[in-house]
């Protein structure tokens, strides 16, 4: 069977830049599967998506589709026809949904049959449809029409190349007849651009200053850029996002460098580099220290004959916007940054819980209880705690919302206050996102505890829990931020404690009856995700989870044990045992003794089961009051043997009342040597 190329380019006015990857894989993938629906084999498929253009080019594609047979299985012969053999209303039903008559049906086999030989239509008439419903597919959120037209898409469209091999497709799709001409660069070659044939496309419009290669344009201003860094003594800030917006932005991309005045440097860098990249798509520039570099790069879409023209109007741009976060970084700066807590008074955190300045007063209680207990200064807790909502008031937050705790830290520095009181107020949000950076300092750690507890506490007490679609206030990225902290940082602190401190906090504004449990019972249900996550079975996380550890270190250190225990010849059948003796001790009626008294053994089993538990039992000890928990489940592994003679010996359950309750306490002395780190009754 032939085959030929095929090339589809759709002209638009510019296309949304943060959306153009997104439209071209989407085009992409809708023809691809328009042919595959078809039956239409080819060898290669690739997409190209420029600002006024999106085109994909399919190699080797069949010019014919195959011919198609369809066989449809009707009722069983028996109920097409009754005793007379006249056809019933089965049979007359599947003619008709065959759109035949029932002698045109095969009915020599057990089921009525219908089969259909269809011819394959010639490619080119499939692929109008083919392209017309790849471009209705589009994710567009809103679509637009222009002039008089009724046709909608994301832009104006402007041309259409429909290429099949050398000839043209005739067809008119969203108001564009299809023809082979395309168009360049809007300055350099404004005119047409005759695109020879599907294979020629790439070289005819690099011949009008047009790269339609995404990936073309993404390296060359990554490398460019990287080379202009080099010469200038420092290291471009590239991120992906925003290299491919400009990627998106430009047809012809030429890097090129920029400056603006070093006083600009007074100002918190962060600010200067948010300006330049959000607003301006700019790459700053930083020396071998990270400080900020005086110059950016900006990546024009046009080879200029003066370069120096389009260097000096984006430093004219670029300078209102420094001067505007130079201003508010100075007018901030004029009063003390506790000052700004004033503004907080009458700014709602939320309608029943009060201010936002009642939630620093809070967190800064709190966050001083937290860091008596993890080993922190308590004082800069307080202290910081009170301070960490200061600069949601300043100009610069108010203008740059990415600061918010970055401006914090700058005013706090600028008003004397100690190092870590200025780093806990931006590390207070941390971590700002899964797998991000955590507080270095334990103040910082302690007021971004603080912080998450106080919202969960707050949020839970007024019950607006989240559901499986909304979390508004982010309460599960704020346990999970929670956890991070703790089982990442080694902290121990005791959330039963912490929460109980946060509710007491608020006092009548929340619903305080069962408020503790619902706080912890969701903080601790986020470590099951965690640790699926980390490949940790279900089983070992619920064996921990049912001794309910109000540490999340502690819980993480038993988990850990726990998954070495597993791994032990011996955990199987130890698992079996405790779930056995759970189950026992379960039916037992009344409770269970706490002493076991040797005169009431009556086999060598039990005696030796009996020494083997005692000695455990002392060799674990030390090791349990220093958290060495697999070291302790490695030593209860030795329990096998004697465990496993007992019960191939001796009846649990002896007639003697005296010697089945001295049996039950020897097995429950058994079992809690194991809730001494786990339930692994659970692990069966």
């Not at 499939?126 to 037209?149: C, F, H, Q, Y």
């Not at 038993?558 to 001790?585: C, T, Y």
Request: aromatic content about 8%; hydrophobic content about 45%.
């Amino acid at each position: 069977m032939s085959a030929l190329d095929f090339l589809v380019e759709l002209g638009t006015e510019e296309l949304p830049p943060k959306a153009l990857n997104t439209l071209a894989e989407a085009f992409l993938a809708g023809i691809d599967k328009g042919l595959q629906a078809a039956g239409l084999n080819y060898e290669t498929k690739t997409v190209y998506a420029a600002p006024r253009r999106l085109a994909v080019l399919i190699t080797s594609l069949a010019t014919q589709q195959p011919d198609r047979s369809i066989n449809l299985d009707g009722p069983p012969r028996q109920a097409a026809f009754d005793a007379e053999g006249n056809p019933t209303q089965a049979a007359l039903g599947f003619a008709k949904k065959c759109g035949v008559d029932l002698s045109e049906i095969d009915q020599s086999g057990p089921k009525l049959r219908y089969s259909q030989s269809i011819a394959g239509k010639p490619t080119a008439s499939l692929l109008p449809t083919i392209v017309e419903d790849s471009l209705n597919d589009l994710p567009i959120p809103k679509r637009m029409r222009w002039g008089a037209r009724k046709e909608e898409f994301v832009r104006p469209t402007q041309w259409l190349v429909m290429l099949f091999g050398d000839q043209v497709i005739d067809c008119t799709i969203l108001a564009q007849k299809s023809g082979r001409d395309s168009r360049g660069h809007r300055f350099h070659h404004p005119e047409n651009v005759r695109i020879g044939s599907p294979s020629s496309y790439l070289a005819d419009l690099r011949a009008a200053y047009v790269l339609a290669d995404a990936n073309e344009r993404r390296d060359i201003i990554s490398k460019r850029t990287e080379e202009l860094a080099t010469r200038q003594e420092g290291t471009a800030i590239v991120p992906p996002a925003l290299l491919d917006e400009v990627t998106a932005l430009v047809e012809w991309p030429v890097p090129l460098v920029c400056s603006f005045e070093e006083r600009f440097l007074d100002v918190p860098q962060e600010a200067l580099i948010t300006t330049m990249q959000d607003n301006q798509k700019y790459f700053c520039l930083l020396d071998a220290e990270g400080k900020l570099l005086p110059r950016f790069i900006t990546v024009a879409n046009i080879e200029s004959k003066d370069p120096q023209q389009i260097i000096a109007g984006n430093e004219k741009v670029v300078r209102p916007r420094l001067t505007d976060a130079e201003f508010f970084f100075k007018q901030d700066k004029k009063q003390k940054l506790e000052d700004f807590n004033q503004r907080l008074q009458n700014v709602v955190f939320q309608e029943k819980l009060g201010s936002v300045y009642d939630k620093a007063e809070r967190v800064s209680k709190l966050a001083a209880y937290i860091a008596a207990r993890i080993g922190g200064n308590a004082s800069w807790a307080a202290r910081a705690g009170l301070l960490s909502k200061c600069d949601l008031a300043t100009e610069m937050v108010g203008e740059f919302p990415e600061m918010q705790g970055v401006a914090g830290y700058y005013y706090a520095l600028n008003d004397g206050e100690p190092e870590d009181v200025a780093l806990a107020l931006n590390e207070q949000y941390m971590p700002r996102g899964a797998g991000a950076e955590l507080p270095a300092t334990l103040t910082g750690a302690a007021v971004a505890i603080a912080d998450k507890l106080d919202t969960l506490v707050g949020i839970f007490g007024i019950g607006m829990l989240p559901t499986g679609s909304k979390d508004p206030y982010a309460l599960r990225r704020a346990a999970l931020g929670v956890l991070r902290i703790l089982i990442e940082k080694q902290l121990d602190l005791d959330l039963n404690d912490a929460v109980a401190f946060a509710v007491n906090a608020f006092g009548t504004k929340v619903k305080a009856a069962g408020l503790n449990d619902a706080v912890l019972e969701f903080i601790f249900d986020r470590l099951r995700a965690r640790y699926e996550d980390e490949g940790v079975d279900v089983a070992t996380y619920l064996s921990v989870r049912a001794l309910n550890p109000g540490s999340a270190l502690d819980f993480d250190q038993r988990v850990q044990a726990v998954q070495a225990f597993r791994k032990l010849p011996e955990a199987a059948a130890l698992a079996a045992v405790n779930k056995r003796v759970s189950n026992l001790l379960s039916k037992v009626e009344g409770s269970v003794p706490t002493v076991v008294e040797a005169k009431y053994f009556d086999n060598a089993n039990e005696f030796s089961l009996y020494s083997a538990i005692q000695q455990a039992d002392q060799a674990v000890q030390p090791m349990a009051a220093a958290r060495q928990y697999s070291e302790s489940l490695a030593r209860l592994a030795a329990l096998r043997e004697p465990v496993d003679a007992f019960f191939e010996a001796v009846m649990v359950n002896a007639e003697d009342a005296n010697v089945r309750a001295n049996r039950y306490a020897l097995l429950a002395r058994l079992r809690g040597l194991f809730l001494g780190v786990a339930d692994i009754s659970l692990l069966g």
